[in-house]
């Protein structure tokens, strides 16, 4: 061929790979979504070999007033386990129960209380029993029967408080019926005689979570209505008492063999909707109801002016005292009556319920619509009210009569602001322990659980596509208990101590993309769920 | 029957000689081959023929001896012999010039040599038709140097020149015999969908860049110009009969045929007329690609918000965490449930673009023209009148299936060698044609409306999730319960609803495209050289007034048309400086005010500098500007495109515009009213960015909302430097060209979102109504603020090679300087590959009688950006080929061709089908 052509040869291969597409799409309008290529996980300072799980129910996998196999698979240190086995993590053994109904039994017969009965299941409004809905059912979980054998690298152990951890008859089922025993425990326990604590370390765990310690501590009173019947650990005292020192034990054994880990800190347990899902000012009513009672308690406040003044207080130091019982009511919402502690400014020990205090989830919802909150209106006191109007005077039994109708809601069922003052207190100076100790041990990196709940329980927090609120039911965050996470909080948590591991010991599970997605994990389970 | 009847015509047509000088004679080249087509011209009368198949002639001219005849050819030099007896027999040897000889008047609108045109101008004549690969001389323009040939369909392709074109081409003029062919409903015209037949074709001429100097507003991007045979000088019937088929993968190996006839007769030196028809039909290329719009290798499995590209009525999606946010409000969800909600866009499972069209093609046209010489001089009165009906597809906004659209033209016009005069109207009638797109949305409204089906959707979720599904779970349950009662293609219910939605015109519950809108156009030249000697001068000047009338479907002509018109003069003064022996100066100046009913009137100037240099080396400048006034799109749209209000920005169209719209359940505890009003000066006075709004809903930062209140439209500019060379060098013939083209207030949409309440910007209130979703998305016409700039280059090359092989190859580069960056908002559409590379190689007289060619054309990739979608066209390499065989004892051409020989299927425009390969037989009769 002549030379003379040859360029257009040239041209022509030189042209069939002109540019790349890239550099086409480079500065257009629309580039396409390039994938990113992730860099690839690294565990930092942490050695994951080894992870043992430390706590109550969350690191258990409680949610829906049960632990049963499903929730357990779906527990915050499973969920962690599963990311850490990306990157030297080993096997992690839970102590799962026998089925998904949830509960412990002992010889077959069903262990009393919520904590150990069978699951809650959504009933289509609310929360309902999983008898409710599949007719009655016993829970499998035997402590008789199929213990599970240890060692356990989850050592969740729902119910426990900080100086359970360090009790060695905890486990023992001798104990169980002196109420000194967990169930829970009693199923795990290597022996009769050992600690959850001891458990734990006997497995020489290369890293650790030690969450909600400290949660349990204020939880009992809370749910009790702080009636006294579940104390509040005290914040100062020895190992297995105070929860200061016990908590700075927990942390110097779990690190004393060189192992890092993770602690969480105390939420505020009254933000959960355990607390604030049943209004404070549901007692709604019509104008003439309103009346009523208003006139019922005028009454209340008149009876007792002159008892106290047949007490010979003086009158008008009488009318000061009595006129706290004159609670006014108008139509629409109206704050419950609950009863506190008798005292000389409230000799009576009941008043209406101000703007913060609580209602716990477990109130007798029926109850209240007839009455109880505000006043048990027999036909006998409706004559001494009629009696009153007249102008009459009622006789002392008669007043008797109409003071001794008053309804209020019993201390079991609420939070008044003196409780709720006592158990913020406790948390925070929980708090201020467990922040005092992860910042003076570098091992040891603190999870702001506080903080994450709160975020949750005001704006809703935010996972990937999902904001999870704490609302009971629908928020996504709480289970049917109001108290415990569901599955996909548990993953949001596991998440958030991810980011905390990155942060603390240099590992990049977020930075890598292995950090777990909030939409794989239910919210609830199904009622059919075997 | 087919072939017999041209004969006996020409029978009788070869009757019609009278009295006087007889000629007769033959035209051959030098090397003795017979020149069929050759134009025999009495020299200083309009009296003429043809030469026949062999190259023979006869010819009676009114006139006694002696007087010269004079034989030209489009390639050859013109030779003129004096004619001294009667009977006498004239031989006539043209020498073969080259394409520099060739004669175009387009670019002055006064006849020169290419090698001496001011611009850039290409031209596509009757031996490039004859010997092009493609299937039709339309598709071979796209062989032309710099030349994009945008294929929208089977029967529509836009030709385009430089960038910046989508198929809404409207900076690209085209005129076929000085009419301008556009449609009036869209302002640009669709292909040769109703333009010429082919064998009616005399010459193309292309002037890449803007022409707005002499043609006006519209030739901003460039033009095309065809002109037919006129019966004076081309008498007789020739016909053109293709049959093929059309393989491509997604639509298979389908029928084809074209068929041209032209009959045209010279009554008398004083009266002529012709007639065309053309038919073609076929079946067009499918569009069937399931790529994501929105996500890189989504599918409709991994996608919930999939955006199919040629999936139709999944464009609709929806937020299901804000849908949960209002059921909550209406009740119709638990309180605090939208928490189990996640914030995922949903679309709508939509339906395939092949339930939606029969992809038939069809187009058939007609045209008939009465030429009255009066003096028997050139002086001539003509009419013209076209028809053409057709069925297409278009992808503008949406994909349009254009069926039955029916346009017709009627031009009247007077003119001599030294003016003309014309006035002509161009109407159209949308037919049957309907949006593709919005049809699959309707006939999913049909079955269930978006509201229902998004809230089965989110309310399904919920309920799946609290019996304890995971996302993917609930996701699964929502899908299955919202599409429950699915109208599946192909059932009763799927047809019924189709063929509701196709017939009904309002587009908030049909997709039927309804238009009858029209244009009249006068426009004259007056070319003074004869009058005046110091240098030629031209005047002209032309008015179009326009009348929309889409009974409110496209425009807001609901009460009756919208009219408004457009004037413009412009003069041309040229004059030749010879300097030496050697070198001669061509300056030519010219300039045009332009002035529209509604926008300042416009000087669009252009000066240009020719230097030829012993005869064979001519170098050209040239500084131009040009502008663009906004389409009747752009001014009076008042539509729905089911993602958005269209709204035009003519001051009368923001009033005459308005939409009640129902605002949320949020809202109206705000105090608002359920149903607000918002007229067409929402976008432009109250909204946000579309962008910004995003970015607010990405992030829930209200201070990252932006006003958007776009200005009203005004027309765009171009200022245009071109410079090139043409010559012979050696045994090469070189055409390179250059420019630079500089664009400001580019017409461009702003997507924008107007809140139903509140002020833009107020920090408040409007800030309220965009995060309850109480806004309208908008598209406004406006003018961007991006400086555009474009460059680029291209040179072609032919030559001889072995003799008598014709080889030529062109490269083009064109390139955008534009700070996308700066302006992420805007898209530039420049649609066209920063490399392209066309070769031919042929012969036409391989052996006796026998022909070939050879066509080649690379283009590398580029970005696609358009109203449709966004998408990156591949590179591909694209090889015609045909050969021909002429029998001059029955006057036949008979060609075999093929298209896309390689087979890889390719596409020049995101969304559309992709090109197949075309194999043809065709026989073409008489057609000289």
């Known amino acids: ?530 | 029957m087919k072939t017999i009847l041209p004969f006996l015509l020409l029978l009788f047509c070869g009757l019609t000689y009278s009295q006087t000088t007889s000629i007769s004679g033959t035209v051959v080249d030098d090397s003795g081959q017979p020149l069929p087509g050759a134009n025999i011209i009495v020299t200083g009368t309009s009296t003429g023929t043809v030469t026949d198949f062999d190259g023979a002639f006869n010819l009676s001219a009114g006139q006694n001896p002696p007087f010269s005849v004079q034989a030209s050819m489009i390639g050859f030099e013109t030779v003129t012999i004096e004619v001294t007896t009667n009977n006498q027999v004239l031989n006539f040897v043209l020498n073969e010039g080259t394409a520099l000889d060739e004669v175009v008047i387009s670019a002055s609108r006064t006849p020169e040599r290419i090698f001496e045109s001011p611009v850039t101008v290409e031209r596509f004549g009757l031996k490039e038709i004859k010997n092009t690969a493609s299937a039709d001389f339309y598709d071979g323009l796209e062989n032309l140097k710099g030349v994009d040939v945008n294929t929208n369909s089977l029967t529509f392709k836009s030709v385009n020149t430089r960038g910046f074109a989508t198929f809404a081409n409207n900076r690209f003029m085209q005129l076929v015999d000085g009419m301008d062919n556009s449609t009036p409903a869209l302002n640009f015209p669709i292909g040769n969908l109703v333009g010429m037949t082919e064998t009616d074709v005399l010459s193309v001429e292309l002037l890449p860049g803007a022409s707005s100097a002499l043609y006006g507003a519209n030739a901003f991007n460039g033009i095309l110009f065809m002109r037919s045979k006129n019966p004076f000088d081309h008498a007789g019937i020739s016909t053109s009969f293709k049959k093929g088929i059309t393989s491509q993968e997604a639509a298979g190996d389908n029928e084809y045929t074209d068929l041209s006839i032209r009959a045209a007769h010279k009554f008398s030196n004083k009266f002529a007329a012709k007639v065309n028809f053309g038919y073609l039909k076929g079946t067009d290329w499918a569009a069937n690609s399931l790529e994501d719009k929105d996500s890189q290798g989504g599918t409709r499995a991994s996608n919930l918000s999939y955006n199919g590209v040629n999936v139709y009525g999944d464009d609709f999606k929806r937020n299901i965490h804000s849908v949960a946010i209002t059921m909550e409000g209406l009740g119709l969800l638990p309180a605090g449930a939208s928490a189990l909600v996640p914030s995922e866009e949903v679309s709508r499972i939509g339906y395939n673009e092949s339930d939606l069209t029969d992809y038939n093609a069809e187009s058939v046209k007609a045209d008939w023209g009465l030429y009255f010489r009066p003096w028997e001089d050139d002086f001539e009165i003509q009419y013209v009148g076209k028809v053409g009906t057709g069925t297409t597809i278009y992808q503008g906004l949406n994909r349009y299936n254009i069926d039955g659209f029916f346009q017709q033209q009627h031009k009247l016009e007077v003119k001599n060698d030294h003016f003309f005069l014309r006035g002509y109207v161009v109407s159209d009638k949308a037919g049957d044609s309907y949006d593709m797109t919005v049809t699959g949305i309707q006939i999913l409204n049909e079955w269930k409306d978006h509201v229902t089906y998004f809230g089965e959707y989110t309310g399904a979720y919920v309920q799946a999730t609290l019996g304890g599904a995971t996302n993917d779970q609930a996701h699964l349950a929502a899908r299955a319960q919202a599409e429950s009662g699915r109208f599946e293609p192909g059932t009763p219910q799927y047809k019924a609803a189709f063929n509701r939605s196709i017939n009904d015109p309002n587009l908030i519950t049909g997709s039927k495209f309804q238009d009858a809108s029209k244009y009249y156009h006068a426009d004259g030249n007056y070319n003074l050289s004869h009058l005046i000697d110091f240098a030629e001068i031209q005047v002209g000047g032309s008015y179009r007034s326009y009348s929309l009338n889409s009974g409110g479907t496209i425009y807001t002509d609901a009460a009756g048309p919208i009219d408004y018109s457009e004037f413009g003069v412009y003069t041309q003064i040229q004059k030749s400086f010879e300097l030496n022996e050697s070198l001669e100066l061509k300056l030519t100046g010219s300039a045009r005010y332009d002035k529209s009913e509604f926008f300042d009137g416009f000087v669009s100037p252009r000066i240009s500098a020719g230097l030829t240099i012993n005869r064979n080396h001519n170098i050209r400048t040239s500084v131009q500007t040009g502008f663009r006034n906004p389409t009747t799109q752009d001014l009076f749209i008042g539509l729905d495109s089911g993602q958005g209000f269209l709204v035009g920005s003519a001051p009368s169209n923001l009033e005459r515009w308005s939409r009640p719209l129902d605002v949320s359940g949020q809202g109206q505890l705000l105090g608002q009213p359920a149903t607000i009003t918002q007229t067409g000066a929402a976008p432009y006075t109250n909204s946000y960015t579309a962008s910004s709004l995003e970015a607010f809903g990405a992030t829930g930062d209200p201070t990252l909302l932006q006003v958007a209140n776009p200005d009203l439209i005004k027309p765009e500019k171009v200022t245009s430097a071109e410079a090139g060379y043409r010559g012979k060098l050696d045994k090469f013939i070189v055409d390179f060209s250059m420019y630079y083209n500089s664009y400001e207030d580019f017409i461009s949409q702003q997507r924008v979102a107007s809140p139903y309440y509140g002020v833009a910007g107020d920090g408040g209130l409007s800030v309220a109504a965009i995060a309850n979703g109480d806004f309208q998305g908008y598209s406004a016409y406006t003018n961007s603020e991006a400086k555009v700039n474009s460059y680029g280059a291209s040179i072609g090359l032919s030559t001889k090679v072995f003799g008598n092989f014709d080889i030529s190859g062109s490269y083009t580069y064109a390139k955008l300087d534009f700070d996308q960056e700066k302006y992420p908002n805007f898209a530039t559409n420049f649609n066209t590959p920063e490399h392209k590379f066309k070769a031919s190689f042929g012969n036409t007289e391989l052996f006796k009688n026998f022909g070939f060619n050879i066509a080649y054309r690379f283009s590398d990739d580029y970005f696609w950006e358009a109203t449709f979608g966004n998408g990156l066209v591949p590179e591909f390499h694209v090889v015609d080929a045909q050969i021909n065989l002429k029998v001059p004892s029955f006057k036949s051409t008979f060609k075999a061709g093929a298209t896309n020989l390689l087979g890889d299927e390719y596409y020049t425009a995101f969304g559309t089908g992709n090109i197949g390969s075309m194999y043809y037989l065709s026989w073409t009769i008489n057609n000289l």
């Open chain 1, 1 to 530: 061929m002549n030379t003379k052509y040859i360029w257009l040869l040239i041209i022509l291969i030189g042209f069939s790979a002109c540019n790349e597409p890239e550099d086409v799409l480079k500065g257009t309008s629309e580039e396409p979504e390039v994938v990113v290529e992730l860099p690839a996980l690294t565990a930092g300072s942490a050695d994951f070999s080894n992870y043992v799980a430390i706590g109550a129910s969350f690191t258990a996998g409680f949610t829906d007033s049960a632990l049963f196999k499903a929730s357990q698979e779906n527990s915050f240190p499973n969920i962690l386990a599963q990311q850490f086995s990306n990157i030297g993590g080993g096997a992690f053994t839970q102590p799962l129960m026998n089925d998904n109904i949830g509960g412990i039994a002992v010889g077959g017969v069903q262990l009393p209380g919520s904590s150990v009965g069978p699951r809650l299941v959504f009933g289509g409004a609310g929360p309902v029993p999983l008898s409710s809905v599949i007719g009655p059912v016993t829970s499998t979980t035997d402590l008789l029967v199929n213990n599970p054998t240890g060692p356990f690298n989850n050592m969740g152990v729902p119910g426990a408080k900080s100086f359970h951890l360090l009790f060695d008859g905890y486990g023992n089922l001798g104990n169980l019926n002196l109420g000194l025993a967990n169930p829970y425990f009693i199923r795990m326990a290597s022996s009769p005689t050992a600690t959850i604590l001891g458990d734990a370390m006997a497995q020489n765990p290369t890293f650790f979570t030690l969450s909600e310690i400290g949660g349990n501590d204020v939880l009992g009173y809370a749910t009790s209505g702080g009636d006294g019947s579940n104390t509040i650990t005290p914040s100062a005292g020895p190992p297995g008492v105070g929860f200061d020192q016990t908590f700075g034990f927990l942390v110097s054994t779990l690190t004393s063999g060189g192992a890092k880990g993770i602690v969480t800190n105390v939420p505020y347990v009254t933000d959960l909707p355990h607390f604030t899902t049943v209004p404070n000012n549901a007692l709604e009513i019509d104008a003439a109801t309103a009346g009523q009672l208003t006139g019922f308690f005028q009454a209340v406040a008149g009876i007792f002016t002159q008892v106290l003044i047949a007490q010979m207080v003086p009158p008008a130091q009488a009318q000061a005292i009595a006129s706290q019982y004159a609670i006014p009511f108008s139509e629409g919402k109206n704050r419950w009556i609950i009863d506190v502690p008798v005292t000389q400014t409230n000799p009576l020990g009941f008043r209406q319920m101000t703007e913060d205090e609580l209602l716990v989830l477990t109130i007798d919802q029926d109850a209240l619509a007839q009455g109880y909150g505000s006043v048990a209106l027999s036909n006998e006191v409706l004559q001494v009210l009629g009696l009153l109007q007249a102008g009459g005077t009622p006789t002392p039994q008669q007043g008797a009569l109409v003071i001794g109708a008053v309804n209020g809601i019993d201390d079991g069922d609420a939070l008044d602001s003196d409780e709720l003052a006592e158990i913020k207190n406790a948390t925070d100076a929980y708090n201020a322990t467990i922040a005092a100790i992860a910042n003076a041990n570098e091992n040891v990196a603190l999870v702001d659980l506080n903080s994450i709940l709160g975020e949750a329980s005001t704006t809703g927090i935010s996972s990937g596509d999902f904001t999870l609120t704490t609302n009971l039911v629908t928020g996504g965050a709480v289970g049917l208990d109001g108290i415990h996470l569901t599955a996909r909080g548990y993953a949001v948590m596991a998440n958030e101590i991810l980011k905390v591991i990155d942060a603390a010991f240099g590992s990049n599970f977020e930075a890598s993309g292995n950090l777990v997605n909030a939409g794989d994990y239910p919210t609830n389970y199904h009622p059919t769920l075997q």
